[in-house]
């Protein structure tokens, strides 16, 4: 294991590090994902996910033998964490507020070589079951989207082109882990849907189809539209089918998070249903 003490402002990584807490798109431009925070990383080791830097600030860092500014329980297993990694950067934990996204910093991160699985149509996986991202642009709801489908089984997550960027700092933290689970493309056109394979299916008002009784097609692509605009016409145009999920409260609508979950629940449990009663 390499281990580097940074001490300068200046150092390049520390300017990557920045343009990371600046820009939630940086990892495109820079071709590497900046994880923040021991949850994070502990969901990338447990997904055997390679890790070539981590950075851990000197107050957590125990050092080779065991000694550091720190000793107390939290330092032990944030260490033990960044000892997964190829090399271990240690910087001083007032160096560590520079280019923090947290307001508590957590003094561990991992920078990974960029996870991002493909952009566009070359990359799409066919057959499998899918959420589409139709210019969902709050990266709250971006994130715990892709908690939920990890969640209930599916094994893809298309963006199309004005989704939030999937591998922000913001989405980062909202999925909680669920990005290491997922086959996950971003930048994709409405063309390149063509190409999953499955039928196209989409929350919609305007339709007598209700979601507990519509007949679901199984693998699908649930299409979760823009918060204020819904699903683009030239992607609706697509779906095979649209369903309403029943609001008997009186509601306008669900938030595009909370609808993603009681869909891609319902598909599940029906599933669920159908193996158990396959075994009768």
């Given amino acids: 294991m390499n281990v580097q003490l940074i001490t300068s402002r200046d150092n390049p990584l520390i300017q990557r590090l920045k343009k990371h807490a600046q820009d939630p798109a940086a990892y495109r431009k820079l071709g590497e994902v900046w994880l923040e925070g021991d949850h994070l990383c502990s969901a990338c080791l447990a997904r055997s ?17 065991g000694v550091a500014c720190g000793s107390d329980e939290v330092a032990r297993r944030l260490t033990d964490l960044v000892r997964q990694a190829d090399k271990v950067v240690v910087v001083p934990e007032n160096l560590w507020k520079a280019f923090t996204g ?3 910093p957590a003094r561990i991160g991992f920078l990974l070589t960029r996870l991002e699985s493909g952009s566009g149509v070359s990359s799409i996986q066919t057959g499998v079951r899918t959420v589409v991202l139709d210019r969902v642009q709050d990266a709250g709801n971006v994130g715990s989207i892709l908690r939920s489908a990890s969640a209930m089984g599916v094994a893809q997550v298309v963006a199309l082109k004005g989704t939030a960027a999937l591998w922000s700092a913001k989405v980062l933290r909202a999925g909680m882990g669920a990005h290491f689970a997922l086959h996950l493309i971003e930048q994709a056109a409405p063309a390149d849907l063509m190409r999953l394979g499955v039928p196209l299916v989409a929350t919609s008002s305007h339709t ?19 918060e204020g605009q819904g699903v683009g016409d030239e992607v609706m145009q697509l779906c095979k089918l649209t369903v309403a999920i029943p609001q008997p409260g009186g509601e306008e609508s669900f938030n595009v998070a909370a609808a993603a979950a009681v869909c891609l629940y319902e598909s599940m449990r029906r599933r669920v249903v159908d193996q158990y009663s396959s075994l009768l």
């Fill in 208 to 226: 007598d189809h209700l979601l507990p009784s519509a007949l679901l097609p199984d693998p699908c692509a649930w299409v979760m539209g823009h």
């Fill in 49 to 65: 996910v390679a890790v070539p830097v981590a950075v851990i600030a000197d107050t957590a860092w125990l050092g080779e033998h």
């Fill in 102 to 104: 947290l307001e508590s």
